[in-house]
């Protein structure tokens, strides 16, 4: 197992365990929300522009590593919403994927080349869904192969402030 693999599954299970090690780890969240702190401030300011695309943009995302129900809300977001009529795309950065293009997710793909979660969205809604480092871009992407898309959900993408969002939709454990 990679070591990213690892601590991606370790991390959460060590913090909300609340023992020896979440607490040695308690300063470093500190520095950590610092940063975020700041990195926010620049958006926030308008020193960095966010993207914004042709088409409402509905953002979901979570606040704990893993394990929250962000996928399935996804799904069901998108599934609600073809049923009333929308043209959904999804987007996404295709977490865990060892390709580094834009490219879209087919039903038939590999999850290595496009992540297992946008695979899976794909193939349960039937909607397209294009993955990208940017979000923005994958967006773009989509939307000029599906110009029948009037709406985007963006997978995880809460800290990707890069992208300018309609609503966010932020899933708890």
């Known amino acids: 197992m990679r070591l990213s693999a690892w601590l991606h599954q370790q991390l959460p299970r060590v913090w909300t365990s609340r023992g020896l090690f979440a607490w040695l780890l308690w300063?470093?969240?500190?520095?950590?929300?610092?940063?975020?702190?700041?990195?926010?401030?620049?958006?926030?300011?308008g020193w960095r522009q966010?993207?914004?695309?042709?088409?409402?943009?509905?953002?979901?995302?979570?606040v704990v590593a893993g394990g929250a129900g962000?996928?399935?809300?996804t799904m069901a977001l998108v599934q609600h919403l073809q049923q009333r009529g929308w043209h959904v795309g999804v987007i996404s950065r295709g977490h865990g994927r060892q390709t580094r293009d834009t490219r879209a997710v087919?039903?038939?793909?590999?999850?290595?080349?496009?992540?297992?979660?946008?695979?899976?969205?794909?193939q349960k809604t039937g909607a397209p869904v294009?993955?990208?480092?940017?979000r923005a871009e994958a967006g773009r992407a989509l939307l000029q192969a599906h110009p029948e898309v009037n709406l985007l959900v963006c997978d995880d993408g809460l800290q990707h402030w890069a992208?300018?969002?309609?609503?966010?939709?932020?899933?708890?454990?």
């Open 130 to 134: 294009w993955v990208a480092a940017a």
């Open 27 to 45: 300063p470093i969240s500190w520095v950590h929300a610092a940063a975020l702190a700041a990195r926010g401030l620049v958006w926030r300011m």
């Open 50 to 62: 966010a993207h914004r695309l042709p088409v409402p943009v509905i953002v979901v995302g979570n």
């Open 106 to 122: 087919m039903p038939d793909s590999l999850p290595v080349d496009v992540g297992d979660e946008p695979l899976l969205i794909r």
């Open 163 to 173: 992208l300018a969002r309609d609503l966010e939709i932020c899933v708890m454990d």
């Open 70 to 73: 962000k996928t399935p809300l």
